[in-house]
């Protein structure tokens, strides 16, 4: 089976306005787009997603006007192919980002499925990883094991030096990449290009919102109360060689982030001519050169995302340069 370029779906910008912390500028320079705003620092690409307490912002739109999440449900096998959806239903499994960290991100965690099944009555948790487009600085759990009276300390004083002296501080480099597991605190750095592959929640425990334009004691514990959100936070340490498995440099090839994300989403890092993808829903980030699916199809020049449908069959991207393909996990 060959590529059909009618079933690729070029994704333009889809950047929810006026998020709680600054930054866009990135992602405008990336896509070779006017900058938007001061505060426009996402891209949610192949979104089946809403934003947490909005019925469609947040949601990719296809060119024939249908939601994805619409299209997905109606033709399952089309989008995501059989195996797939015996193993999980009409579900991407995946939400993949733009992220320009115009400045520092609050210190905050994911909760994982189980918390989200049985506290929220959620499909997933939301682990999450990044690849790189630029350097800076990140934290990344905890140094030391942290009790929960002190946590709730912290976060009752908003004491936002001591939280980010409690986390592990790396330096980042483009190219890496960094697995974030459900639960460990965390937060990005200034100044920081990403692209994020993550599971389809928008689900945040806040545990600093000083000088951010939040109202973290209403909305930052899900709506749970800070005596339940917590629960979901890991509060035992991380030693250095723990991290040492969490960030790296990506390399290159079909399976570039840690082994321990399989399960949540997949991605693939390409260089060079002409790669082929294998059949599958799949989303494709250009990050350099310009490709074209197939002898005929749409242009893909970089700073363009595009969706891959498992009816596309094998795709043969022409050109050189280089380019991420994210995918949800593995049917098996």
Same mark, same amino acid.
């Given at each position: 089976m060959s590529a059909s370029t009618t079933d690729v779906v070029l994704l333009p910008s889809n950047r929810p306005p006026e998020r709680f912390y600054r930054g866009g500028a990135g992602i405008a320079r990336f896509r070779g787009e006017p900058d938007a705003g001061?505060?426009?620092?996402? !891209?949610? @690409? $192949?979104? &089946?997603?809403?934003?947490?307490?909005?019925?469609?912002?947040?949601?990719?739109?296809?060119p024939d006007g249908r939601t994805l999440a619409a299209a997905v449900a109606q033709q399952p096998e089309r989008w995501l192919g059989p195996e797939h959806v015996a193993a999980f239903g009409a579900d991407t499994r995946l939400l993949v980002k733009l992220l320009d960290a115009g400045e520092r991100l609050p210190v905050h965690?994911?909760?994982? !499925?189980?918390?989200?099944?049985?506290?929220?009555?959620?499909?997933?948790?939301?682990?999450?990883?990044?690849?790189?487009?630029?350097?800076?600085?990140?934290?990344?759990?905890?140094?030391?094991?942290?009790?929960?009276?002190?946590?709730?300390?912290?976060?009752?004083?908003?004491?936002?030096?001591?939280?980010?002296?409690r986390l592990h501080r790396r330096r980042v480099d483009a190219g890496d990449v960094v697995f974030v597991p459900p639960g460990v605190l965390h937060a990005i750095g200034a100044g920081i290009l990403l692209v994020e592959l993550q599971q389809p929640?928008?689900?945040?425990?806040?545990?600093?919102?000083?000088?951010?334009?939040?109202?973290?004691?209403?909305?930052?514990?899900?709506?749970?109360?800070?005596?339940? $959100?917590?629960d979901a936070i890991e509060l035992?340490?991380?030693?250095?060689?723990?991290?040492?498995?969490?960030?790296?440099?990506?390399?290159?090839?079909?399976?570039?982030?840690?082994?321990?994300?399989?399960?949540?989403?997949?991605?693939?890092h390409r260089i060079g001519p002409d790669p082929v993808l294998e059949p599958g829903f799949a989303v494709v980030v250009v990050l350099r050169g310009?490709?074209?699916?197939?002898? !005929?199809?749409? $242009?893909?020049?970089?700073?363009? &995302?595009?969706? @891959?449908?498992?009816?596309a069959g094998?795709?043969?991207?022409?050109?050189?340069?280089?380019?991420?393909?994210?995918?949800?996990p593995a049917p098996r």
């Open positions: 001061e505060r426009v620092p996402e !891209d949610w @690409v $192949a979104s &089946t997603t809403t934003l947490a307490g909005e019925a469609r912002l947040g949601l990719t739109t296809l965690a994911h909760p994982d !499925d189980a918390f989200a099944a049985r506290t929220l009555g959620r499909a997933h948790g939301k682990a999450e990883a990044w690849y790189l487009l630029s350097g800076g600085e990140i934290h990344l759990g905890l140094e030391h094991e942290l009790p929960r009276a002190e946590l709730e300390a912290l976060v009752a004083a908003q004491d936002t030096e001591a939280l980010l002296a929640e928008d689900l945040s425990i806040l545990v600093e919102w000083r000088d951010f334009a939040l109202d973290g004691a209403r909305d930052g514990h899900l709506g749970l109360g800070f005596d339940v $959100a917590l035992r340490a991380r030693s250095a060689a723990e991290l040492d498995e969490l960030v790296r440099p990506a390399g290159e090839g079909g399976s570039v982030l840690p082994a321990a994300s399989n399960r949540y989403f997949r991605l693939e310009a490709f074209r699916l197939g002898d !005929d199809g749409p $242009a893909l020049p970089a700073g363009s &995302t595009a969706l @891959v449908p498992w009816s094998p795709a043969r991207l022409v050109g050189d340069g280089e380019v991420l393909v994210c995918r949800p």
